[in-house]
């Protein structure tokens, strides 16, 4: 009888299964784990249990996990399989952490990438604006904002106020000029050479 093309079998359990039950290893012919993804869920469950009894850590009692759930180590949450991203190397087929753990985490990871600020020093920011935008002192502070040249953090704008600065460019004399020119003071600039004006003082 000939093997089914879309089948493999597993050398752990000896099962015949669909190409889908094996995660996916490149150095293997086929691409796929010699292990059904079950059998490796199985095995690494287990080891993980030995090591942690070995070295005198507690260990989690396993849940009992609805079919199409999975339970999230970071969050303690059992969600649906649709609030995990894929992870074809994965036992399961399924990310370590659910979606919304992932997100946070880079949330995380961009504010001290790019700001050097924890989540707890951006939220004292916020506080000690009163958890309003320090320019308009209305709309709430969500966007951190620092000097591009410097790196230094300068305080927590909202969006708008946030992305006008980006369109000016931070440049303190643009910004002047536009509060004159709302306050009914437009500056009319005269050339006095090619490429080159002069504001009125």
Not at 70 to 88: D, F, I, Q, Y
Not at 135 to 142: D, F, G, M, V
Not at 161 to 176: T, V
Request: include cysteine.
């Amino acid at each position: 009888m000939a093997e089914d093309p879309n089948a493999k079998r597993c050398r752990k359990c000896g099962r015949h299964l669909p190409r889908e039950a094996f995660a996916r290893d490149r150095n293997r012919r086929d691409g796929l784990q010699v292990h059904c993804r079950k059998c490796v869920a199985e095995y690494s469950a287990a080891h993980y249990r030995r090591r942690r009894e070995a070295m005198g850590k507690p260990v989690r009692e396993k849940m009992d996990v609805p079919a199409g759930h999975k339970l999230c180590r970071t969050c303690g949450e059992v969600k649906p399989h649709s609030e995990w991203h894929r992870n074809a190397t994965a036992s399961d087929g399924l990310s370590t952490r659910c979606k919304a753990c992932r997100a946070e985490q880079g949330r995380q990871g961009h504010l001290k990438r790019q700001y050097g600020l924890t989540e707890a020093e951006r939220d004292e920011l916020i506080a000690a604006q009163g958890g309003v935008c320090c320019i308009c002192l209305a709309a709430p502070a969500e966007h951190v904002d620092h000097c591009h040249e410097t790196g230094r953090v300068r305080g927590v704008l909202c969006f708008s106020c946030n992305a006008a600065l980006g369109q000016f460019k931070d440049q303190p004399e643009a910004i002047r000029r536009a509060a004159a020119y709302v306050e009914g003071n437009a500056w009319k600039p005269t050339l006095v050479a090619p490429g080159v004006y002069q504001l009125p003082s």
